[in-house]
């Protein structure tokens, strides 16, 4: 089996409102390699979501992006946002799938889950009824469920949320991708459901070496389940590198602020939450997007954009005081 | 308001179309009703822009003077038959229960009747008037209307917007009007843009059964009917009739869809 | 008459000893939906609730966790009374709520408020911060009183007066959800549903959230029905948990009955597979 390696170099994506460019995130770059699993942790409305999209070109008309993105492994490289519109369909599904948080909504009600998993398979599958039919069970099956046929021929409505998430996970793998795009799956699940999703995750990642891609903005299980680590605060790259090494030694002061809400909600307390922003963002200068919240901001971080700082083993902040 | 392009675009074609059919009658040399036998069937020429008709008439005038009939009656029957359609649908939409079922089984009853039979029938025993015939139009025009806001009232009832009004204790009056109407708006004014071209071309068919304009007088709608009996001989007659027909419907369809911006808070600045 | 009404937050079984009050009171509730004859075939059903009965006493906060599907919701929707087809009964202050005349359920429903997970579904995009507040206000209120209410509850949502003259598209996530609540308080309510109130929110947010709630609680006396998916937020503000599996009120106790000696199978695992 081949593997896809994915280089995400200085991407940045603009909407235009009202004649002014909007910076949704800029300037991101990682690396994503086969069979890893990639967490992207932020807050909502960081533009978390649109890097997802963007990938795949899902964003909005009025959007505009720049830098690269190349997809290797395949006989040619292909910029996924340079190439042309053809050849983005031929990697949408059969090259990158994806699935999004709310499964009802991208499912079709009037169809049952078999019917739309068949029209998610390849070609050479759906050719053949029994090949497909028995694909679909496998699918099903792999997944975790018990009567794979029973849930072939049920419509979405009659099923839970978790197990609409599996069906829209068989959806978005059954076109036998290589690259998992995973938009905030877990948030709308149970602890039962959100753990059996990531064991899934776990599993398609050694049985068909997918690698995946993971957006959700819980900072302590991305920890657990992650190899690899995104920070984005309002669509900037605070800081990446090994999951492990950042949670022992995290070098940007969100991250820890991050860490440290999610601590809380177990003190007698009760949760802390991150203090507001003391400065309305716009009269924010040119400094740290996060300086307004930081605990540690020093007058600096105001008026100068930190540099990009790497560390060892690929681990980088974006800090003028990064921690010890 | 006036800052949307679309919206200017279409106002200013629409009031150009109104101010052309209103005034210039006025001060066109030639009037739409003598005929002149030695000029039948001309093509548009530099004395007749737009060619003359079988009986010699200039066109142009004629254009003109049909104008006033057919945007008048484009006009009135369209706001008429919105404004039954919309309250039938928002009622039948809101209440639901056998006040829908009722409303929504007349709404097919009348869309069964086989229209020209009444009308034929109302020409026999009456005398056919202008009026009438803004009547008749009216009345048998609401029932799209009435069924896209029905459906419309119907999803937006299911909001969380709505349901958080009814949980305030408004008055469903308060809740239709204030959280339903303005909300189902946009499909309302796209069917009203679309209503205004048809109701022209209907008027051709009620004038051809003599309930609408009696020769000699002109509406769009006739004008192009007269232009089929020779098509290919005539094609003027046709085709501006048919191009003032198309650039009418092309500007209240601007206007709709500027309407639609203006009054959208993501790109306006008005609370409805 | 506050200073009859008991502290709102801390223990509840203290308030359950001296008068142990009633609000609401929901007796053997099930709901199907889809039941309907065409051409004489019954269709098929589905059960979303199936004999659900609860007490909720004032100024406690009782939880309802489940996964999507297991009929949280629905509940919600119940005791909103915006479920049409129903058994059983909800009684609050002793008189069922299916049975209230139009005004009454007016009365009824400015007492009992909702706040939903979707901040931005739940705001007329229409209207103004401003008209949306002014929609929850007594209309019998003088317009020097409706400013100060309108103020009164912004402020205790800690927003500021300069998002009055904003569309709901102009806020960001956390704001809307702050307007929905300062809502819900406008109409002088005595009990919150918060259907999945928070969930979708990131954690800070949803730390700032709970903490204004549990302060809004103590303030104007209320009582919440915190219905959720995460067991993490509800370890924070119930005082009982009931926990909801196929439309099915499996377990219900005090939270930490629940949390520390569950009974069922399901739950013992909910809590095993818990985020932390």
Redesign the interface.
Known sequence: MDHLTLEVRNLSLFIQSEGVDKTIFEEVSFNFSASSLLAIVGESGGGKSLLCKSLLRLTPGNARLSGSAVLSGLPTPIDLISCSESEMESIRGRRIGMIFQEPASSMNPVMTCGKQIFDALPKNVRSDKLLARRRIAELLEFVGFKEPNRIARSYPHELSGGMLQKVATVLAIAGEPLILIADEPSTALDAINRFELMELFQRLRKEFGMSILWVTHELRSALTYADELLVLYDGNMMESGKAAEIAEHPKHPYTKALMDVEKSFREPDGPRPIPEEILPAENRSAGCVFAGRCEFAKPICRIERPKWESGENRHGWRCHFPLK | MWRDKIFRFGIILVLTILVLCVCLPWVMPQDPYTQNLEEISQPPSLSHPFGTDFFGRDLFSRILYGGRLSLTIGIIVTFFAVAIGTIIGMISGYFGGWIDVALMRFVDVMLGFPRLFILLTVVGFTRPSFGLMLVILSLFSWMEVARIVRAEVLTARE???V?????????RR?VLF??IF??ILGPIIVSATLMIGSVIVIESGLSFIGLGVQPPGASWGTILNQGFQDLAGAWWITLFSGLAIVVTVIGFNLVGEGLINVLD??TGER?? | MSWIRKPASGNYKMIMNSDCEKLLDVKELTVRYGQRKTFGLREKTVVALNNVSFLIHRGETLALVGETGSGKSTIAMSILHFVARHSGEILYRGKNIWKYKRGELRAYHRKVQPVFQNADESLNPRLKVRSTLLDALDPALSSEEKNRRIIECLSAVQLNENVLSRFPHQLSGGQKQRVCIARALATESEMLILDEAISSQDLSLQAHLLKLLSELKQKFSLTYLYISHDLETVRVIADRVGILKDGRLIEIGDKDEIFNSPKESYTQLLLERSRF
């Open positions: 909001r969380l917007y349901k958080s009004a009814v949980a305030l204790g408004l008055n308060r204030r959280y303005p909300n808070p993501k609370e409805l």
